[in-house]
């Protein structure tokens, strides 16, 4: 399978900071794997409330000290004032990230439901505004050298800074049509928002549909589609339980019966390799895995989909 005419055939990873010196340990071997597929981006997700902020950092920081590779960091809305928001921000931009995921975010476990739990950010629509008035702030216009004239220099706009937001293809949870879902993206990307990932959808056509649909709406940032290789039906329902998709009962069954943990982790592997081939040929622009720290089972679908060179791979 190659890559179809006229497509980019990029593709990016995301990770989750170690909980564990053990999950440390693991999550490092693997990263050794994923930068040597040369991957567009990596984007390393962070709690909400400061769950996560140093191990998040720390893996971020190791992708700018020991890679080429492009680092996503993962910001919400929940429970941050804008001062905490901006300094946190700022920490970021100075440890050399310039790529963001902006994010709302979701209620922490046991909020009640109308309950405040954002803070002062209400939207992830404002805090892509608060990522570029923070990077603008910090760094407002550079000189460069102009060719051909020794010594003299040119003003131009600081580092620009890359934000993309989350894309619901079957719905935002929370939202109350599809309508909603399109003109929330569109805001966004009105905010200042650049690319769009989506959530995890079981379906080709539930992702091109959406990205159609998109387009009508005025949404011109490229819209990556997220997926995962589900390894087993406990971890297919516990992804259900998280983002309210609905049920992929063909692939369950799938699991179900495939018997061994073995065998499971090919029906996932080949269930996401056939969707990620399916969209590329439908026109997706690239793709982006959830890896869930682990480095085998998403490269299998790159190899499947013809965008892994094995040469690029670590002995």
């Not at 984007?43 to 902020?53: H, I, L, W």
């Not at 940032?221 to 063909?250: F, K, N």
């Not at 793709?287 to 690029?312: C, I, S, W």
Request: glycine residues 8%; contains cysteine; hydrophobic residues 40%.
């Amino acid at each position: 399978m190659s890559v179809p005419s006229g497509l980019p055939g990029t593709f990016s990873f995301e990770l989750y900071p170690p909980r564990t010196p053990g999950s440390e340990v693991a999550l490092y071997k693997a990263l050794d794997f994923l930068v040597a597929a040369r991957p567009e981006f990596v984007s390393v997700t962070y709690g909400a409330n400061g769950s996560s902020r140093e191990p998040s950092l720390a893996v971020l920081r190791r992708l700018l000290a020991n890679t080429g590779v492009q680092s996503m960091a993962h910001l919400t809305c929940v429970g941050s004032s804008y001062a905490e928001a901006s300094r946190l921000i700022r920490e970021f931009l100075d440890a050399g990230v310039t790529s963001f995921l902006a994010l709302r975010g979701d209620p922490p476990v046991g909020a009640v439901e109308g309950e405040n739990f954002l803070g002062d950010i209400r939207s992830a629509g404002e805090l892509v505004q608060l990522i570029h008035r923070v990077q603008q702030e910090r760094a407002p216009f550079s000189q460069r050298a102009i060719p051909g004239f020794p010594g003299a220099r040119r003003l131009s706009s600081g580092e620009k800074v890359t934000i993309a937001v989350a894309a619901f293809p079957n719905g935002h949870p929370r939202s109350r049509s599809i309508e909603q879902d399109l003109d929330t993206l569109l805001a966004k990307e009105a905010a200042g928002a650049n690319l769009a990932i989506s959530q995890l959808f079981f379906h080709a056509d539930e992702y091109l549909r959406f990205v159609d649909q998109a387009r009508a709406a005025g949404v011109t940032m490229r819209i990556l589609p997220g997926i995962m290789p589900v390894l087993s039906p406990q971890r297919l329902r516990r992804i259900l339980e998280l983002t309210d998709e609905p049920m992929p009962v063909e692939l369950l069954h799938a699991l179900e019966s495939a018997g061994s943990p073995e065998a499971q982790a090919t029906v996932g592997i080949d269930h996401a390799t056939a969707l990620a081939r399916e969209l590329l040929d439908g026109g997706a622009r690239g793709l982006h895995l959830y890896t869930f720290n682990q480095h085998e089972p998403v490269l299998a679908v790159l190899r499947g989909v013809g965008l892994l060179d094995r040469q690029k791979e670590p002995a």
